[in-house]
């Protein structure tokens, strides 16, 4: 791993659960870690209801739109996490993977998308905790 880590978030439409773990990754570690998020099949747009969320917790996520998985962005990434993108994440010996399993926030209303946001928020934590130790 270089001096300042380097994380990227895989869902399938890098619409909701990716981009809102990457607005908090980048929220809480500032440029400590370098920030990815990418998805198998990227929608057109970001969740409307994920970017309310997340402008309730303080974050703006309107400026990132969705952007398609590469080979490229795996291999830059020291931890790849995955959020439901299953057998499309490409796979790279050496490369640190972990598989967050987080609910859809796709059709889904802002009280579970609020619940969401607050899981990935506690699992970012962890990880910042463990990359940047002291």
């Known amino acids: ?11 399938v439409h890098n619409a909701g659960r990716s981009q809102m773990a990457a607005g908090w990754l980048t929220h809480l570690a500032g440029n400590r870690i370098e920030v990815r998020s990418a998805g198998s099949a990227p929608a057109e747009t ?3 209801v994920a970017v309310a969320a997340m402008a309730e917790a ?19 990434s020291d931890i790849v996490i995955t959020m439901g993108c299953g057998d499309a994440c490409p796979f790279f010996p050496g490369k ?5 399993k987080l609910e859809d926030p796709a059709g889904q209303g802002i009280e579970a998308v609020r619940a969401i946001r607050d ?16």
């Open 1 to 11: 791993m270089s001096d300042t880590p380097s994380v990227l978030f895989v869902c």
């Open 46 to 48: 970001i969740n409307p």
């Open 58 to 76: 303080g974050i703006d996520i309107t400026d990132q739109k969705p952007k398609v998985l590469t080979p490229e962005a795996v291999q830059a």
């Open 96 to 100: 640190r993977y972990e598989d967050w």
């Open 119 to 134: 899981e990935i928020r506690t699992r970012i934590e962890k990880l910042i905790a463990e990359l940047l130790p002291g």
